[in-house]
């Protein structure tokens, strides 16, 4: 399996895929790589969330953090559920509004912060290291570019609507 992701992805043109399968591939490698350099923490995934809270540097709601990464309230479940039993996050109920409940980092999870922004930023360099610094602000300009398109794109909604499974019929 990884010898065919390495070799499609080093070819010379893989134009055949849609964007978006490409660059999923590249962000399993990079997040696999990023939990490889973690692995001695008590996590293996979800450190975006845990950067997206001490970026914002207050607590959040489940519904901030799901639009903010495009994923459903199910995903987001899973995800609160994950960081809390690891001891990540704590989940307080929103005064504000009694159905919804704000999420914030615990102060294991503060401690970690530093590691991990140090393994991203190594990974980045070592990612980068042969590109050019106008080479890697065009790649990011690029990608910016391809972003507004995609959401200024009529129609299309920004999370994926799954369309139920429909059951066999059986045959009488």
Same mark, same amino acid.
């Given at each position: ?6 070799? %499609? ?24 790589? #990023?939990?490889?350099? #973690? *692995? ?13 809270? /001490? ?32 001891? %990540? ?31 991203? /930023? ?5 990612? $980068? ?6 080479? *890697?602000?065009?790649? $990011? ?32």
């Amino acid at each position: 399996m990884l010898t065919v992701i390495h070799t %499609m992805m080093n070819s010379s043109t893989h134009e055949w895929l849609p964007l978006g399968t490409t660059l999923a591939l590249i962000t399993k490698k990079y997040f696999g790589v #990023l939990s490889q350099s #973690l *692995k001695h923490l008590d996590l293996d995934r979800n450190f975006s969330v845990l950067l997206l809270l /001490d970026h914002e540097n207050r607590a959040v709601s489940q519904q901030y953090i799901a639009d903010y990464f495009l994923i459903d309230k199910v995903q987001m479940v899973r995800i609160v559920d994950h960081l809390s039993k690891a001891g %990540m996050i704590s989940k307080k109920l929103n005064s504000q509004n009694r159905r919804a409940h704000l999420i914030s980092l615990t102060p294991k999870a503060i401690k970690l912060i530093p590691e991990i922004k140090r393994a991203i /930023d190594q990974i980045n360099k070592k990612m $980068f290291s042969e590109l050019s610094d106008s080479n *890697k602000q065009l790649l $990011f300009e690029s990608l910016a570019k391809i972003s507004t398109k995609l959401d200024a794109e009529v129609g299309v909604p920004m999370m994926m609507q799954l369309k139920p499974v429909q059951k066999a019929k059986s045959k009488a």
